[in-house]
């Protein structure tokens, strides 16, 4: 039985998620967004290289992307609750997470809004009333979501099934 593989070039996670553009990829790791595990470069540029965690942030940040989440929000979830990798380490924010672990749970996000009346000031004729929106991302095992009502929005996401997209991404890779 072949053993599964465990790191993976620039050039293969380009392949497992062609749905993604390569610059949106590109982008993504940029904005600190998820981690790799080495990086040297050559004549051609900077060279990664990523393990199967990375995959399954980059695997999140796509879900996050999808349901239109701000890239600030996306990398305060990211930084704390599944924070690995190089330039990752960098934003001091939560220590390094297993986040191959953390895949087994169900991310629970909670956006919540809030009116803001600003106090008068004839000095600012143009201040306004406003809505303030707070976001509060919280890991759970599984079975142990409880909703709470509230003003805004509650987003659920089985971490398990972005992990088993992922590997089956891999797997296909190999059959390749």
């Known amino acids: 039985m072949d053993e599964p593989k465990s790191i ?12 993604v553009p390569a610059k949106t990829l590109r982008w993504w790791g940029i904005m600190q967004l998820y981690g790799w595990t080495y990086e040297f470069a050559d004549r051609r540029g900077i060279n990664r290289k990523y393990e199967r965690a990375n995959l399954y942030q980059i695997g999140l940040v796509e ?14 979830i990211m930084a704390q609750h ?9 934003l001091d924010k939560q220590p390094l997470a297993n986040v191959s672990t953390q895949m ?9 809004f809030t009116w803001l009346q600003p106090s008068f000031d004839p000095e600012n004729e143009g201040s306004e009333w406003g809505p303030s929106i707070n976001w ?3 890991l ?3 079975g142990e979501v409880t909703l709470r009502e509230q003003t805004g929005i509650t987003i659920v996401i089985k971490l398990e099934a972005i992990k ?8 296909n890779l190999r059959i390749l």
């Not at 993976?8 to 749905?19: R, W």
């Not at 088993?164 to 797997?171: A, G, R």
């Open 63 to 76: 879900q996050l992307a999808n349901l239109n989440i701000s890239i600030p929000v996306i990398r305060d």
């Open 8 to 19: 993976f070039t620039q050039k293969e996670v380009n392949k497992l998620f062609g749905h």
């Open 136 to 138: 509060l991302p919280f």
């Open 104 to 112: 087994d749970k169900l991310l629970v996000i909670e956006k919540t």
């Open 82 to 90: 599944f924070c690995s990798g190089l330039r990752m380490s960098e």
């Open 140 to 142: 759970v095992e599984k």
């Open 164 to 171: 088993e997209f992922v590997d089956s991404l891999i797997k």
